[in-house]
């Protein structure tokens, strides 16, 4: 069974940081293209962030650039999200989703939240 589990989400307020996991388990995740995205109610999932199968940089939306970072671990599985200098722009709920040629699998997601 496949399964992509998110979890770090929370309430934080501006400026502050944290930092978002997600584990995979039931395909071959070093052959997926990791990523992150994120909604908010009444709009379409909106790309954050990738990582390639050979893991390296990340690649960014232009508003999280420079505040966020997305990294692989390969041996554990797993693809985080850390997120610094948080906007109330950010918040939403963020979805981890790992896609290789027409296959999409998608997690449930988890609750961000920035507010004063």
């Known amino acids: 069974e496949v399964q992509l589990q998110a979890s770090g989400g929370g309430e934080v307020q501006p400026g502050g940081s944290l930092r978002l996991s997600c584990a995979a388990s039931?395909?071959?995740?070093?052959?997926?293209?990791m990523s992150w995205f994120r909604q908010v109610p009444g709009e379409k999932p909106a790309w954050v962030s990738s990582i390639g199968r050979s893991g390296g940089a990340g690649i960014y939306a232009d508003s999280v650039k420079g505040r966020f970072t997305i990294s692989g671990d390969k041996a554990k599985d797993t693809v985080d999200l850390q997120m610094n200098d948080l906007e109330p722009d950010d918040t939403a709920v963020y979805y981890c989703n790992a896609r290789r040629g027409w296959t999409n699998y998608w997690g449930q997601g988890t609750l961000v939240t920035v507010s004063s």
């Open positions: 039931g395909f071959a995740f070093s052959e997926f293209t």
